[in-house]
């Protein structure tokens, strides 16, 4: 039996706000600031980094509380992010190992399934074969599944996607109509409906390259906080926010 853990004291009096019948299947976050918390705190930006690996765990067990939340995609490193300093990016696929490694009895007891999206063979060898190793061991696992984005690009995504119709195609093996539905299917993310609500961390307006076609009518939750200090109760707060909303996804408002 999957294990129920105890949030922070302000989040679980905010569950109790929660309407259990308007909660989004599909959460993604855009985990922004990092190096801004490092610097004004006179640290190297790997310290912003270890510290933001706390902010994932206090996410992912707030979005299993919240029980009806089936899929949970986190931007862990973008293609642009190769560009930074090789020490730092070594430094952060080092984390994410370790992140993995440690982490895997918790997914596994929480029956969380990990899975991937992106230019994975990009990776370093043994970051790859971490990440599909523990893929492999929580594969069974159907609860909750948390998704991350590594060495992703939302345009990388949608040029990877139209390469894929094109080769099918000429080899015969896809005589699909070119359409959103049969695009779509062609995508990272074809395991996995679009996101009803993208919350982005450090306050700034922009959606960074993630998920262009999937989030054409997901809410947006902007909070300045950096992601190192986003707590578990930032998730839920977000979610009470998405149920105010009226989504019309191109529509007028519904009058009774």
């Known amino acids: 039996m999957a294990k129920v853990e105890r949030l922070s004291d302000r989040a679980e009096e905010l569950l ?18 990092n190096g ?20 994932v765990r206090q996410a992912v067990r707030a979005a299993k509380r919240l029980d009806k939340v089936r899929f949970l995609t986190l931007y862990a490193f973008s293609i642009e992010n ?3 300093p090789p020490n730092e990016v070594s430094a952060i696929m080092t984390l994410l190992e370790d992140y993995l490694c440690k982490e895997e009895r918790e997914m596994l007891d929480n029956d969380i399934r990990l899975r991937y999206i992106g230019r ?12 599909l190793r523990v893929a492999k061991s929580t594969e069974h696992c159907e609860s909750m599944m948390l998704t991350l984005a590594l060495s992703y690009s939302g345009r990388a995504e ?6 894929k119709v094109v080769a099918e195609t000429i080899e015969g093996k896809d005589h699909c109509m070119i359409d959103e539905e049969c695009f779509s299917s062609k995508l990272y993310t074809d395991f ?7 919350i982005r961390t450090s306050g700034e307006m922009r959606i960074s390259n993630f998920m262009l076609w999937q989030i054409a009518y997901t809410e947006l939750f902007i909070h300045p906080v950096l992601w190192p200090d986003f707590k578990d109760y930032h998730l839920v707060e977000a979610v009470i926010d998405y149920q105010k909303r009226e989504r019309r996804f191109g529509g007028i408002e519904q009058v009774e």
Request: net charge positive.
């Open 158 to 163: 949608i040029v990877d996607a139209v390469r």
């Open 36 to 55: 801004r918390w490092a610097k004004k705190r006179y640290l190297r930006r790997v310290s912003g980094h270890r510290k933001g690996l706390e902010a």
């Open 120 to 131: 994975i063979e990009d990776l370093p060898e043994s970051t790859r074969a971490e990440l």
């Open 16 to 33: 109790k706000e929660v309407n259990r019948d308007k909660i989004p299947r599909h959460i993604a976050i855009i985990m922004d600031g």
């Open 192 to 198: 996995m409906p679009e996101p009803e609500l993208l």
């Open 82 to 84: 190769w560009k930074r």
